[in-house]
C-alpha cells in the first residue's frame, strides 16, 4: 500500500474559499481513488495555506485489481446455425481471444446471448490519476474564478503555479492547467528559499514546515490563539475578543502566522464602540482588546504572515493606518452631527428603495403605518407596546443612509441611526429615557441578520423589524422579484428568516397571511402600484411557508415529516406550529400515532378512491353511524364525535399534549373498526354513511397535524 | 541620488525607481493620458490596449481626478487628484507576483522587516463595463496596490487577460517617509537642501478644486457639457458602426438602389484612420463630468443608475469600434507587410 499526495500551489486564494475548496478537493480524490478501486476505505487528510489546497491519500494500491468480467457477444441463433458456430461466433472469439469452446450461454429477458469471461487487467494507479485528476481539479467550485493563459483553456480561483502529484516517491505525471506535477513545492514568500522537495507523501507537512509553511489551518488556528493570549497577557487585566469569523479568515490569510499588540490614542474610545470595532474588524482584521471590565481597551491584535516584528516596525505601521481611519471616522461623525436625522427624514425622497417601489421616504411613511398596525393587532391579544416609540423609531429608521459614516461603513447602517437618535434626544424633543429606547428600536431594525444573529430586543424592535421586512418582501414580489432558484438578490429569504424567528422567539401572536396582506396593503395607491404585476398571495403564501419549513426542520431540528404534518393543519400562525411541533415530535415515535398514521394514510386512500369514482358525496351524515348495527362503527362514531369535540377544545386551549393524548384514543376503535368494517360496500346509503364517517374523523383528529404526513418505519423484530 | 542613502525616498524618487524598475522588465514608459481620468485604468494605454490580441507592456504615472472625495486640502489622508503608478503586462508572465515583490524591494521596502499579504479584492467598474480578479495588496496594515487580472474590458472578454498594477503613490511615499499627513511628503530636496513638501506643490491645488467642485462648478452648464460631449461621441462610434456594418440582405428587384446607399468605408486606410481614439476622450470627458455633477450633489439616486449605463454605452461603444480596428489593421498587416510598414512611415 502506498501513499498518495496531490497538492495545488497557487496564487493566494480568497480566505473565505479555501476551507471549502480544500474539503471538495479531499473528497473528490477520496471518491476518484474508491471508485477506480484504489482504497478499500477512504483515508484522507487535508492541508490548505492560501498559495496551496492539498491532499494525503493512504492505503493507496499502486494498481487496480485484475477484475473478471462478462462481455456480451452476438445472439444466440445467430451465432450457431445448425450447432455450428457462424462467422459471428468465431469473429466474437477472436475479439475476446478465446476458443469458440470456451465461450459461454446466457439468458437475457432479451433472448438467449453469447458471452465470455475475461480477464480485465487492472491499470497502474499513476496512470488512472494522471488520467482522472485534470478533472476533478477542474470540476472544483469557486464562488469566483478566473482565465489567466492566453487561449483561456481553463479557469481556477487564481492562476496555478505549481503541481506536486506523488505515489510514494513516484512523481505522477498529472497535468492541469499547462503545468505538469513535479516533486517541488514552494515555501513562504519571505521568509524562506522558494522550492523544498517533497520526497514522500507522508513527508508533506514536515518538509513544509522547513520552509516556514504551517500546512494545516488547525494547526495555524492554534498557534495564532496562543499568540493572541501571549500578546494580550502584556497588557495587565486584558483580554481579546473572541471573534470566529475574524479568526477563520486570519487563519486562511496566513501561511506562517505571529501576532502583533498595537496601541491607539485613548482618546479615539470617545467614538462609539460599534465603530471602533468595524473599523478593527472589517477593514484592517484586527482583534479588539477589552479591559477586566469588558470595555474596549485602546489596543488592537494583528495577525501578521511572518515571523515577527523584532524592530516594532509592523506595529509602528498598522498603528499609523489605524489611527488614519480612526481619524476619518471622527471626521465623518462630527459632520453628521451637523444635520439632525429628523432634518433627514425629508433627504430620503431622494434616496431609492427599488426604482420601481420609490424612495426610501415612501418606504419610511408605509413601514411607520404597517408598525402601528402590528402593534394594533399586538394590543389586542394584549401584548403591548409604546406606541410613541415605534412610530417616532419608524420615521428615523432609514435616515441614517443619508450620512457620512454609513456611507463608509456601509455594514453600520442601523445601528448608527440608533446611536445618532440617542445623541439627539433634544433635537427629537423627547426626554433621553425615550430617545434611548427609540435608539434601540432604530438600532435593532435589521436584525437578526443571521440565523446565528441576536434578535431585536425589545418588543418594540421586533414590530420595526418585522414591518421593514415585511414592506419589502411585500413589494418586492408584487412586481415580481421574488427569488427563483439560487438567486436572490434582495436577501428576501433572509428577511423573511429574520420575520420567521422574531415572530417565534419573541412569542408574538401574528398570523403570516394578515401580516403580508397588510404590508401589501400600504402600496395602495402608491406610483408603485402601477408596477405590480404578479399573482401575490399565492407566492407569498408559499415561499414563508418553505422558511418556516426551513426554521421549523433546519433550526429547531424537527424531522421533516413532523414539520409537513403539522404545517399541513396550518402554516399561518408560527408560535402555535411551533407549540404543535414540539407535542407531535413527542408522541411521534410511539406505537399508537404509527398505527394512526398508517390508519390516516388508510383513510385518505380510500376517501380518494370513493371520490374519483364518484362516491364520495356531501350528503353523508357521520351521526348517523352511531345507529348502525355494526358494533364496531358503532364504536368509532361515537369515539369520533366524543373525542372529536373534546380534541377541538384542547385545540383552542392550545393544550396540544391533551389534545395529542385525547387523538391516541382513536386508535383502538378505528383499527377495530377497519379489521371488521367493509367501508366500500355496495349498499349505498350505508356506504355514504361510513365514507362521511372518516371525512369527519378525518376532519376531528387533524387539527393539530396531519398525522397521515407522519413517515411509520416498520420496525424489524 | 546620494543624499537619499540614508533617507527613504522622495516622491520624485519613488516615481523614477518605479520608472526604471518597469523600464528594465520591458515596459513602455508613457505619459499621463492629459484627460481627465478618475484611474489610471481609464488611460487608453489601459483601457483600450488591453483589448485584442497584441502583447503590450507599459508604465505609467497617471494624476486621478475624483472630485466628491476632495477634503478642502484640510484632511490628511484624502485627496481629490492622487497620483497613481499603473502597469499593464500583456499577457502576464508566469512570475508577475515576483515582479511585483521585486519593486517593492526596488523603492527601499525590505520585505523581510514587513508583513505583506495579498487579500481578496475584485475590481469592477460599471461604467466602463470592466472588471478583474485579484487582491489588495496590504503592507502592514496598508493597502498599497491595487493588483487586478484583468477578465473583461469595454464589455469584451479579453484574451490574452492583462494584470494590472495600480500603486498608490501618495500612500506609498507617506509609508516610506513615516509621515502622519500627505502633505508633509517631501517631494524633492531643494538647492539648499530644504525639503518641498506635497503640500508646497499641491495644497493649493486642492483647496481650489474643492470648492470648484463641490460649490462652484455651474450644475446646468455640467449638464450641457455632458450632453454635448456624449452626443459628439455617440455620432463618432455611430458613423463608425454605420460604416462596418454586416451589408442587409437587399430585398428582391431592390439590390442596386440598395447596395448604392450604404455608407461603407472605402479602404483599410480610411478606417485606420476613422477617429475611435478622439471619440475614447470624449468619452473620458462624459465620465469626468458625470463625477463633477456627483460632487455638486446635482444627481439623485435614481438618475445615477441612468447617467452610468449611458456613459457606459459609450465606452463598451468605443471599446468594440477599437477592437474592430485593430483587428482590420492586424489583417492588412498580415496580408501586406511592407505596404503597412510604408503606410506608417507616410504617416508619420
Given at each position: 500500500?502506498?501513499?498518495?499526495?496531490?497538492?495545488i500551489?497557487?496564487?493566494?486564494?480568497?480566505a473565505?474559499?479555501i476551507?471549502?475548496?480544500?474539503?471538495?478537493?479531499s473528497?473528490?480524490?477520496?471518491?476518484?481513488?474508491?471508485?477506480?478501486r484504489?482504497?478499500a476505505?477512504i483515508?484522507?487528510?487535508?492541508?490548505?495555506?492560501?498559495?496551496r489546497?492539498?491532499v494525503?491519500?493512504?492505503?493507496?494500491?499502486?494498481?487496480?485489481?485484475?477484475m473478471?468480467?462478462q462481455?456480451?457477444g452476438?445472439?444466440?441463433?445467430?451465432?450457431?446455425?445448425?450447432g455450428?458456430?457462424?462467422?459471428?461466433a468465431?469473429?466474437?472469439?477472436?475479439?475476446?481471444?478465446?476458443?469458440?469452446?470456451?465461450?459461454?450461454?446466457?439468458?437475457?429477458?432479451?433472448?438467449?446471448?453469447?458471452?465470455?469471461?475475461?480477464?480485465?487487467?487492472?491499470?497502474?494507479?499513476?496512470?488512472?490519476?494522471?488520467?482522472?485528476?485534470p478533472?476533478?481539479?477542474?470540476?472544483?467550485?469557486?464562488?469566483?474564478?478566473?482565465?489567466?493563459?492566453?487561449?483561456?483553456?481553463?479557469?481556477?480561483?487564481?492562476?496555478?503555479?505549481?503541481i506536486?502529484?506523488?505515489l510514494?516517491?513516484?512523481?505522477?505525471?498529472?497535468?492541469f492547467?499547462?503545468i505538469?506535477?513535479?516533486?517541488t513545492?514552494r515555501?513562504?514568500?519571505i521568509?524562506s528559499?522558494?522550492?523544498?522537495?517533497?520526497?514522500?507523501?507522508?513527508?508533506?507537512?514536515?518538509a513544509?514546515?522547513?520552509?516556514?509553511?504551517?500546512a494545516?489551518p488547525?494547526?495555524r488556528?492554534?498557534?495564532?490563539?496562543?499568540?493572541?493570549?501571549?500578546?494580550?497577557?502584556?497588557?495587565?487585566?486584558?483580554?481579546?475578543?473572541?471573534?470566529?469569523?475574524?479568526?477563520?479568515?486570519?487563519?486562511?490569510?496566513?501561511?506562517?502566522?505571529?501576532?502583533?499588540l498595537?496601541?491607539?490614542?485613548?482618546?479615539?474610545l470617545?467614538?462609539?464602540?460599534?465603530?471602533?470595532?468595524?473599523?478593527?474588524?472589517?477593514?484592517?482584521k484586527?482583534?479588539?482588546?477589552e479591559?477586566a471590565?469588558?470595555k474596549?481597551?485602546?489596543?488592537?491584535?494583528?495577525?501578521?504572515?511572518t515571523?515577527?516584528?523584532?524592530d516594532?516596525?509592523?506595529?509602528?505601521?498598522?498603528?499609523?493606518?489605524?489611527?488614519?481611519r480612526?481619524?476619518?471616522a471622527?471626521?465623518?461623525?462630527?459632520?453628521?452631527?451637523?444635520?439632525s436625522?429628523k432634518?433627514?427624514?425629508?433627504?430620503?425622497?431622494?434616496?431609492?428603495f427599488?426604482?420601481?417601489?420609490?424612495?426610501?421616504?415612501?418606504?419610511?411613511?408605509?413601514?411607520?403605518?404597517?408598525?402601528?398596525?402590528?402593534?394594533?393587532?399586538?394590543?389586542?391579544?394584549?401584548?403591548k407596546?409604546?406606541?410613541?416609540v415605534?412610530?417616532?423609531?419608524?420615521?428615523?429608521a432609514?435616515t441614517?443612509?443619508?450620512?457620512?459614516l454609513?456611507?463608509?461603513?456601509?455594514e453600520?447602517?442601523?445601528?448608527?441611526g440608533?446611536?445618532?437618535?440617542?445623541?439627539?434626544?433634544?433635537?427629537?424633543?423627547?426626554?433621553?429615557?425615550?430617545?434611548?429606547?427609540?435608539?434601540?428600536?432604530?438600532y435593532?431594525?435589521?436584525?437578526?441578520?443571521?440565523?446565528?444573529?441576536?434578535?431585536?430586543?425589545?418588543?418594540e424592535?421586533?414590530?420595526l423589524?418585522?414591518?421593514?421586512?415585511?414592506?419589502?418582501i411585500a413589494g418586492?414580489?408584487?412586481?415580481?422579484?421574488?427569488?427563483t432558484?439560487?438567486?436572490?438578490?434582495?436577501?428576501?429569504?433572509?428577511?423573511?428568516n429574520?420575520?420567521?424567528r422574531?415572530?417565534?422567539?419573541?412569542k408574538?401572536?401574528l398570523?403570516?397571511?394578515?401580516?403580508?396582506?397588510?404590508?401589501?396593503a400600504?402600496?395602495?395607491?402608491?406610483?408603485?402600484?402601477r408596477?405590480f404585476?404578479?399573482?401575490?398571495a399565492?407566492?407569498?403564501?408559499?415561499?414563508?411557508?418553505e422558511?418556516?419549513?426551513?426554521?421549523?426542520?433546519?433550526?429547531?431540528g424537527?424531522?421533516?415529516?413532523?414539520?409537513?404534518?403539522?404545517?399541513?393543519?396550518?402554516a399561518?400562525?408560527?408560535v402555535?406550529?411551533?407549540?404543535?411541533?414540539?407535542?407531535?415530535?413527542?408522541?411521534?415515535?410511539?406505537?399508537d400515532?404509527?398505527?394512526?398514521?398508517?390508519?390516516?394514510?388508510?383513510?385518505?386512500?380510500?376517501?380518494?378512491?370513493?371520490?374519483?369514482?364518484?362516491?364520495?358525496?356531501?350528503?353523508?351524515?357521520a351521526?348517523?353511524?352511531?345507529?348502525?348495527?355494526?358494533?364496531a362503527?358503532r364504536?368509532?362514531?361515537?369515539?369520533?364525535?366524543?373525542?372529536?369535540?373534546?380534541?377541538?377544545?384542547?385545540?383552542?386551549a392550545?393544550?396540544?399534549?391533551?389534545?395529542?393524548?385525547?387523538i391516541?384514543t382513536?386508535?383502538?376503535?378505528?383499527?377495530?373498526?377497519?379489521?371488521?368494517?367493509?367501508?366500500?360496500?355496495?349498499?349505498?346509503?350505508?356506504?355514504?354513511?361510513?365514507?362521511a364517517l372518516?371525512?369527519?374523523?378525518l376532519?376531528?383528529?387533524?387539527?393539530?397535524?396531519?398525522f397521515?404526513e407522519?413517515v411509520?418505519?416498520?420496525?424489524?423484530? | 541620488?546620494s543624499?537619499?542613502?540614508?533617507?527613504?525616498?522622495?516622491?520624485?524618487?519613488l516615481?523614477l525607481?518605479?520608472?526604471?524598475?518597469?523600464?528594465?522588465?520591458?515596459?513602455?514608459?508613457q505619459?499621463?493620458?492629459?484627460?481627465?481620468?478618475?484611474?489610471?485604468t481609464?488611460?487608453?494605454?489601459?483601457?483600450?490596449?488591453?483589448?485584442?490580441?497584441?502583447?503590450?507592456?507599459?508604465?505609467?504615472v497617471?494624476?486621478?481626478?475624483?472630485?466628491?472625495?476632495?477634503?478642502?486640502?484640510?484632511?490628511?489622508?484624502?485627496?481629490?487628484?492622487?497620483?497613481q503608478?499603473?502597469v499593464?503586462l500583456?499577457?502576464?508572465?508566469?512570475n508577475?507576483?515576483?515582479l511585483?515583490?521585486?519593486?517593492l524591494?526596488?523603492?527601499?521596502?525590505?520585505?523581510?522587516?514587513h508583513?505583506?499579504?495579498?487579500?481578496?479584492?475584485?475590481?469592477?467598474?460599471?461604467?466602463l463595463?470592466?472588471?478583474?480578479?485579484?487582491?489588495?495588496?496590504?503592507?502592514?496594515?496598508l493597502?498599497?496596490?491595487?493588483?487586478?487580472?484583468?477578465?473583461?474590458?469595454?464589455?469584451?472578454?479579453?484574451?490574452?487577460?492583462?494584470?494590472?498594477?495600480?500603486?498608490?503613490?501618495?500612500?506609498?511615499?507617506?509609508?516610506?517617509q513615516?509621515?502622519?499627513?500627505?502633505?508633509?511628503?517631501?517631494?524633492?530636496?531643494?538647492?539648499?537642501?530644504?525639503?518641498?513638501?506635497?503640500?508646497?506643490?499641491r495644497?493649493l491645488?486642492?483647496?481650489?478644486?474643492?470648492?470648484?467642485?463641490?460649490?462652484?462648478?455651474?450644475?446646468?452648464?455640467?449638464?450641457?457639457?455632458?450632453?454635448?460631449?456624449?452626443?459628439?461621441?455617440?455620432?463618432?462610434?455611430d458613423e463608425?458602426?454605420?460604416?462596418?456594418?454586416?451589408?442587409?440582405?437587399p430585398?428582391?428587384?431592390?439590390?442596386?438602389a440598395?447596395a448604392?446607399?450604404?455608407?461603407?468605408?472605402?479602404?483599410?486606410?480610411?478606417?485606420?484612420?476613422?477617429?475611435v481614439?478622439?471619440?475614447f476622450?470624449?468619452?473620458?470627458?462624459?465620465?469626468?463630468?458625470f463625477?463633477?455633477?456627483?460632487?455638486r450633489?446635482?444627481?439623485?439616486?435614481?438618475?445615477?443608475?441612468?447617467?452610468?449605463?449611458?456613459?457606459r454605452?459609450?465606452?463598451?461603444a468605443?471599446?468594440r469600434?477599437?477592437?474592430?480596428?485593430?483587428?482590420?489593421?492586424?489583417?492588412?498587416?498580415?496580408?501586406?507587410?511592407?505596404?503597412?510598414?510604408?503606410?506608417?512611415?507616410?504617416?508619420?
Amino acid at each position: 500500500m502506498a501513499d498518495f499526495l496531490l497538492e495545488i500551489g497557487t496564487e493566494e486564494i480568497p480566505a473565505r474559499m479555501i476551507a471549502g475548496a480544500s474539503d471538495e478537493l479531499s473528497r473528490r480524490v477520496g471518491e476518484l481513488l474508491s471508485r477506480e478501486r484504489l482504497v478499500a476505505t477512504i483515508q484522507v487528510e487535508n492541508f490548505s495555506t492560501p498559495r496551496r489546497i492539498a491532499v494525503l491519500a493512504r492505503g493507496v494500491s499502486l494498481s487496480q485489481p485484475d477484475m473478471e468480467e462478462q462481455v456480451m457477444g452476438p445472439a444466440l441463433k445467430i451465432a450457431f446455425k445448425d450447432g455450428q458456430p457462424t462467422p459471428a461466433a468465431h469473429a466474437f472469439a477472436k475479439k475476446v481471444n478465446l476458443d469458440v469452446d470456451r465461450l459461454e450461454q446466457v439468458n437475457t429477458p432479451k433472448g438467449d446471448y453469447l458471452a465470455a469471461k475475461v480477464t480485465k487487467q487492472g491499470r497502474p494507479a499513476k496512470d488512472l490519476l494522471a488520467e482522472f485528476l485534470p478533472k476533478e481539479i477542474t470540476s472544483i467550485y469557486w464562488a469566483k474564478n478566473m482565465y489567466w493563459r492566453g487561449g483561456k483553456p481553463e479557469r481556477f480561483v487564481r492562476p496555478v503555479r505549481w503541481i506536486v502529484a506523488k505515489l510514494d516517491g513516484e512523481v505522477v505525471p498529472v497535468e492541469f492547467g499547462g503545468i505538469a506535477a513535479g516533486d517541488t513545492s514552494r515555501g513562504h514568500r519571505i521568509l524562506s528559499g522558494n522550492a523544498v522537495t517533497i520526497g514522500r507523501p507522508d513527508d508533506y507537512s514536515r518538509a513544509l514546515a522547513s520552509v516556514s509553511v504551517v500546512a494545516t489551518p488547525a494547526e495555524r488556528e492554534h498557534i495564532i490563539r496562543k499568540a493572541l493570549d501571549a500578546a494580550t497577557r502584556t497588557v495587565p487585566g486584558a483580554r481579546w475578543r473572541e471573534d470566529k469569523a475574524l479568526l477563520e479568515t486570519v487563519v486562511h490569510l496566513t501561511e506562517f502566522p505571529s501576532v502583533i499588540l498595537g496601541s491607539f490614542e485613548p482618546e479615539y474610545l470617545d467614538l462609539p464602540e460599534e465603530v471602533l470595532v468595524t473599523v478593527m474588524r472589517d477593514h484592517q482584521k484586527y482583534f479588539a482588546v477589552e479591559d477586566a471590565n469588558g470595555k474596549l481597551a485602546p489596543h488592537f491584535l494583528a495577525v501578521l504572515n511572518t515571523s515577527g516584528d523584532p524592530d516594532g516596525l509592523i506595529r509602528h505601521g498598522n498603528e499609523r493606518v489605524l489611527r488614519a481611519r480612526f481619524n476619518d471616522a471622527r471626521f465623518f461623525w462630527e459632520t453628521d452631527q451637523k444635520h439632525s436625522l429628523k432634518e433627514r427624514v425629508a433627504w430620503l425622497k431622494s434616496v431609492t428603495f427599488q426604482k420601481d417601489l420609490g424612495s426610501y421616504h415612501a418606504k419610511t411613511l408605509r413601514t411607520q403605518k404597517l408598525a402601528s398596525l402590528i402593534a394594533e393587532v399586538l394590543l389586542q391579544a394584549e401584548v403591548k407596546t409604546r406606541a410613541g416609540v415605534i412610530h417616532k423609531a419608524a420615521l428615523l429608521a432609514k435616515t441614517d443612509l443619508t450620512t457620512e459614516l454609513v456611507k463608509e461603513f456601509t455594514e453600520l447602517q442601523g445601528i448608527i441611526g440608533g446611536l445618532y437618535t440617542k445623541a439627539q434626544a433634544a433635537q427629537l424633543d423627547v426626554s433621553q429615557d425615550v430617545a434611548d429606547a427609540i435608539g434601540e428600536t432604530v438600532y435593532d431594525q435589521y436584525k437578526p441578520e443571521s440565523m446565528d444573529d441576536d434578535l431585536p430586543r425589545s418588543v418594540e424592535g421586533a414590530v420595526l423589524a418585522i414591518a421593514d421586512k415585511a414592506d419589502t418582501i411585500a413589494g418586492m414580489f408584487a412586481i415580481g422579484l421574488q427569488p427563483t432558484g439560487s438567486k436572490d438578490p434582495f436577501a428576501l429569504r433572509r428577511a423573511a428568516n429574520g420575520i420567521v424567528r422574531i415572530i417565534a422567539e419573541h412569542k408574538l401572536p401574528l398570523n403570516l397571511a394578515s401580516l403580508m396582506s397588510d404590508a401589501l396593503a400600504e402600496y395602495k395607491g402608491s406610483d408603485a402600484e402601477r408596477n405590480f404585476t404578479a399573482t401575490f398571495a399565492g407566492d407569498v403564501a408559499a415561499f414563508f411557508r418553505e422558511r418556516l419549513e426551513f426554521y421549523l426542520r433546519d433550526v429547531k431540528g424537527y424531522a421533516y415529516d413532523v414539520v409537513n404534518a403539522v404545517l399541513a393543519a396550518d402554516a399561518g400562525n408560527i408560535v402555535d406550529a411551533l407549540a404543535r411541533a414540539e407535542a407531535v415530535a413527542k408522541v411521534r415515535g410511539s406505537e399508537d400515532f404509527a398505527a394512526i398514521s398508517a390508519s390516516f394514510k388508510r383513510i385518505k386512500n380510500i376517501l380518494r378512491q370513493a371520490s374519483e369514482g364518484g362516491k364520495l358525496k356531501e350528503g353523508g351524515v357521520a351521526s348517523d353511524s352511531v345507529e348502525s348495527d355494526e358494533p364496531a362503527e358503532r364504536a368509532l362514531a361515537v369515539a369520533t364525535l366524543q373525542s372529536g369535540e373534546r380534541v377541538r377544545h384542547f385545540r383552542e386551549a392550545k393544550q396540544y399534549d391533551e389534545a395529542l393524548a385525547e387523538i391516541a384514543t382513536i386508535r383502538k376503535p378505528l383499527d377495530t373498526f377497519f379489521d371488521k368494517v367493509m367501508v366500500m360496500v355496495d349498499d349505498e346509503s350505508v356506504r355514504d354513511r361510513r365514507l362521511a364517517l372518516l371525512v369527519t374523523l378525518l376532519e376531528s383528529f387533524s387539527r393539530i397535524a396531519d398525522f397521515s404526513e407522519i413517515v411509520t418505519e416498520r420496525k424489524s423484530s | 541620488m546620494s543624499s537619499s542613502k540614508n533617507k527613504p525616498l522622495t516622491f520624485q524618487e519613488l516615481i523614477l525607481k518605479l520608472q526604471e524598475f518597469w523600464a528594465g522588465r520591458g515596459c513602455v514608459l508613457q505619459q499621463p493620458h492629459d484627460v481627465e481620468v478618475g484611474a489610471g485604468t481609464m488611460s487608453p494605454e489601459t483601457f483600450l490596449r488591453v483589448l485584442g490580441p497584441r502583447p503590450h507592456r507599459v508604465g505609467y504615472v497617471q494624476p486621478s481626478r475624483r472630485p466628491a472625495d476632495g477634503r478642502y486640502g484640510e484632511n490628511p489622508n484624502r485627496l481629490y487628484k492622487h497620483t497613481q503608478y499603473q502597469v499593464i503586462l500583456k499577457p502576464p508572465p508566469d512570475n508577475v507576483q515576483e515582479l511585483y515583490l521585486e519593486s517593492l524591494a526596488a523603492i527601499g521596502i525590505d520585505l523581510r522587516k514587513h508583513d505583506i499579504k495579498f487579500e481578496e479584492d475584485n475590481w469592477e467598474s460599471p461604467t466602463l463595463g470592466a472588471w478583474g480578479i485579484g487582491w489588495q495588496v496590504m503592507l502592514d496594515g496598508l493597502e498599497i496596490t491595487q493588483f487586478t487580472y484583468f477578465q473583461q474590458c469595454g464589455g469584451i472578454d479579453l484574451d490574452p487577460i492583462s494584470a494590472e498594477l495600480t500603486y498608490g503613490l501618495e500612500r506609498i511615499a507617506a509609508f516610506l517617509q513615516d509621515v502622519d499627513s500627505i502633505y508633509d511628503i517631501v517631494w524633492v530636496y531643494g538647492p539648499d537642501g530644504q525639503p518641498v513638501t506635497y503640500g508646497d506643490i499641491r495644497q493649493l491645488d486642492e483647496e481650489q478644486f474643492s470648492i470648484y467642485n463641490f460649490e462652484k462648478a455651474d450644475v446646468a452648464k455640467l449638464w450641457q457639457h455632458l450632453n454635448d460631449y456624449e452626443a459628439e461621441c455617440q455620432a463618432l462610434v455611430d458613423e463608425y458602426i454605420r460604416k462596418t456594418a454586416e451589408p442587409k440582405k437587399p430585398k428582391k428587384g431592390q439590390e442596386t438602389a440598395h447596395a448604392e446607399n450604404v455608407e461603407r468605408f472605402a479602404d483599410v486606410k480610411s478606417r485606420r484612420r476613422f477617429p475611435v481614439l478622439p471619440a475614447f476622450d470624449l468619452c473620458l470627458k462624459c465620465s469626468h463630468l458625470f463625477n463633477l455633477l456627483d460632487a455638486r450633489g446635482a444627481i439623485s439616486v435614481t438618475e445615477r443608475v441612468g447617467v452610468i449605463a449611458r456613459i457606459r454605452a459609450l465606452a463598451v461603444a468605443v471599446a468594440r469600434a477599437y477592437a474592430d480596428q485593430q483587428r482590420v489593421i492586424a489583417e492588412d498587416r498580415e496580408a501586406a507587410p511592407e505596404k503597412a510598414t510604408a503606410a506608417a512611415v507616410g504617416t508619420s
